[in-house]
């Protein structure tokens, strides 16, 4: 029973535009947000969180966009550079202990 | 480093016998997770303490898994009688208690069940 969804495996992007990288939940209980960039042969990395208090969050080339209606949130890059090419994994929890995950997307910006 | 260390990275054993897995979270968190990641999926929750207490398990978390956290400090997360199945990224993360406090991770401890 996958409770975060993201339906996109890979994505390209040339350096310089944005990345948008898609994240759908089931669970309305949900209330914290989060995303992680993971390299190879590495743990994931915290990137940037998001409370369901809040439909936006940002930080640096960072933002992420919470849509409760649509259960619904995204992560834009701008711009994107070739060092952020990595999986990235959406999170979400209700407890503020366990965290669901997404499958990721793995993200490759172009040079 | 101050991050959330694991110990071995890797790990290669037979299958039906016994392993063990050591993290180290961040100093001042007090809270510490473990989670299995297999291939194409993300990280799932297996349990967390809170200090030294165990105050959440997950189902995935069978009888033969075993987690500690004697002093409130580092962690170690046992699998007695390895199956094929365990073949996985065990990943440990700490935090700090309080609302909506991110987890930090470790690299992770790869086992391979031959």
């Known amino acids: 029973d996958q409770q975060v969804k993201q339906n996109s495996p890979s994505l390209s992007v040339q350096e310089g535009r944005i990345s948008i990288l898609n994240c759908d939940y089931t669970?309305?209980?949900?209330?914290?947000f989060l995303w992680y960039k993971k390299y190879p042969a590495e743990g994931p990395t915290f990137l940037i969180s998001?409370?369901?208090?809040?439909d936006k969050n940002e930080d640096g080339r960072f933002t992420v966009f919470l849509n409760k209606s649509a259960k619904h949130l995204s992560l834009h890059i701008v711009p994107s550079q070739p060092g952020d090419s990595a999986v990235y994994f959406c999170?979400?929890?209700?407890?503020?202990?366990?965290?669901?995950f997404g499958t990721g997307t793995s993200l490759t910006v172009i040079p | 480093d101050t991050g959330v260390s694991q110990d071995p990275r890797h790990k290669i054993t037979k299958r039906g016998q016994n392993v063990t897995f050591r993290c180290d979270p961040i100093s001042e968190h007090n809270r510490l997770y473990w989670y299995r990641q297999t291939l194409g999926q993300g990280p799932e929750f297996l349990t967390y303490f809170q200090n030294e207490a165990q105050l959440e398990k997950s189902r995935l978390l069978s009888d033969r898994f075993s987690a500690e956290r004697p002093k409130g400090s580092f962690s170690t997360l046992e699998i007695q009688r390895t199956e094929q199945g365990d073949s996985a990224m065990y990943l440990c993360?700490?935090?700090?208690?309080?609302?909506?406090?991110?987890?930090?991770f470790g690299d992770g401890t790869r086992l391979s069940i031959l």
């Open positions: 993360a700490s935090s700090q208690t309080g609302v909506n406090q991110p987890q930090h």
């Open positions: 669970n309305s209980m949900f209330d914290y």
């Open positions: 999170a979400a929890s209700f407890t503020g202990n366990q965290f669901y």
């Open positions: 998001i409370s369901s208090i809040k």
